[in-house]
T-cell receptor, first 114, second 113 residues
Framework: EPEVTQTPSHQVTQMGQEVILRCVPI?????FYWYRQILGQKVEFLVS????????KSEIFDDQFSVERPDGSNFTLKIRSTKLEDSAMYFC????????????FGPGTRLTVT | DQQVKQNSPSLSVQEGRISILNCDYT??????FLWYKKYPAEGPTFLIS?????DKNEDGRFTVFLNKSAKHLSLHIVPSQPGDSAVYFC????????????FGTGTRLTIIP
């Protein structure tokens, strides 16, 4: 069964460093998303991406964040200068464009900023 | 932002019995509702969904009920199995289409053998 994959599973970085989280969405999906979950809190929407551009973003998704689909399979989230409060699980998700509204999530990347 | 609320952080149910997980929402513009299941160190897994034009949707052991006037939905699992032990998230979408999901805080379900 097709699934969303994410790498790395765990990333440790120092405050102020840049990180890139990678995702491979399900191959025939056209909508892509990033969410995050800070420990003990709810899953929060960051950004949605369709047709090579951002379709919606949350207040969390400020100028330090960017997304890119560099090729036909990968979808990346970049944090330019990480802060301690960026420590969280980051989930990538994708969905079809055929009227199905379910989003399918990857296993997540645990980002730890020290 | 508490647009989607799951007021029970945890629930324990005997194996074979019915598990009922509840979710309330405040935004009347939500049109589509989903339930996800999450194991530790894994991403949320889609379980079942319901659109606002229905009041019930069933898939095997899982049934979701929607009460629009009360802005309330529930997930019924029957019979409950040990593998159902996980955190369950309710999520909602503002309108039909591929829009963002707004999640509740989750309910940890433990099935007691």
């Amino acid at each position: 069964e097709p699934e969303v994959t994410q790498t790395p599973s765990h990333q440790v970085t120092q405050m102020g460093q840049e990180v890139i989280l990678r995702c491979v969405p399900i191959s025939n999906h056209l909508y892509f998303y990033w969410y995050r979950q800070i420990l003990g809190q709810k899953v929060e929407f960051l950004v949605s991406f369709y047709n090579n551009e951002i379709s919606e973003k949350s207040e969390i998704f400020d100028d330090q964040f960017s997304v890119e689909r560099p090729d036909g399979s990968n979808f990346t989230l970049k944090i330019r200068s990480t802060k301690l409060e960026d420590s969280a699980m980051y989930f990538c998700a994708s969905s079809e464009d055929n009227g199905a509204y379910e989003q399918y999530f990857g296993p997540g990347t645990r980002l730890t900023v020290t | 932002d508490q647009q989607v609320k799951q007021n029970s952080p945890s629930l324990s149910v005997q194996e074979g019995r019915i598990s009922i997980l509840n979710c309330d929402y405040t935004n009347s513009m939500f049109d589509y509702f989903l339930w996800y299941k999450k194991y530790p160190a894994e991403g949320p897994t889609f379980l079942i969904s319901i659109s606002s034009i229905k009041d019930k949707n069933e898939d095997g052991r899982f049934t979701v009920f929607l009460n629009k006037s009360a802005k309330h939905l529930s997930l019924h699992i029957v019979p409950s199995q040990p593998g159902d032990s996980a955190v369950y998230f309710c999520a909602a979408k503002l309108r039909f289409g591929n829009e963002k999901l707004t999640f509740g805080t989750g309910t940890r379900l433990t099935i007691i053998p």
